[in-house]
């Protein structure tokens, strides 16, 4: 199983949310590989040394670098859907990219609408968990 994570995921963990922290605690057990993409790091990094908890967390995840190629099939994303958030396209990629190697992918996320409609446009139908 995969996991990945947005912003809204990350702000949970940084604040404690037991059960984010939880299933991830679990995944890392299991050996499930969860991914962040980067800029949902940047949405959520603000102070590492009061952030202890996320970044303790982002070590054992693998952090999904915004590439060239992400980039651009985020951009494409965002004219197909005509929405401008790029980094929830860029999340949306990570899912689609994580589904062709990985069929059971759990993308934790607050802004379940919006990323629904960006995955619905690359027929990727993860389960979502809203955090």
Same mark, same amino acid.
Do not use: H
């Given at each position: 199983?995969?996991?990945?994570?947005?912003?809204?995921?990350?702000?949970?963990?940084?604040?404690?949310?037991?059960?984010? /922290?939880?299933?991830?605690?679990?995944?890392?057990?299991?050996?499930?590989?969860?991914?962040?993409?980067?800029?949902?790091?940047?949405?959520? /990094? #603000?102070?590492?040394? #009061?952030?202890?908890?996320?970044?303790?967390?982002? !070590? #054992?995840?693998?952090?999904?670098?915004?590439?060239?190629?992400?980039?651009?099939?985020?951009?494409?994303?965002?004219?197909?859907?005509?929405?401008?958030?790029?980094?929830?396209?860029?999340?949306?990629?990570?899912?689609?990219?994580?589904?062709? @190697?990985?069929?059971?992918?759990?993308?934790?996320?607050?802004?379940? @609408?919006?990323?629904?409609?960006?995955?619905?446009?690359?027929?990727?139908?993860?389960?979502?968990? !809203?955090?």
């Amino acid at each position: 199983m995969s996991i990945v994570l947005d912003a809204g995921a990350l702000i949970a963990l940084d604040r404690g949310d037991r059960d984010v /922290w939880l299933r991830l605690q679990t995944a890392f057990e299991n050996g499930d590989r969860v991914r962040v993409p980067a800029g949902v790091i940047g949405q959520a /990094w #603000r102070d590492p040394s #009061r952030q202890v908890l996320l970044s303790r967390s982002l !070590k #054992r995840c693998d952090e999904m670098p915004l590439d060239g190629s992400t980039a651009r099939t985020s951009g494409w994303l965002c004219g197909l859907t005509n929405t401008a958030d790029v980094i929830d396209a860029s999340v949306a990629v990570i899912v689609s990219y994580a589904m062709n @190697r990985d069929p059971q992918v759990v993308l934790l996320t607050s802004d379940t @609408r919006d990323l629904q409609s960006l995955l619905s446009a690359l027929d990727a139908v993860p389960r979502i968990v !809203k955090v």
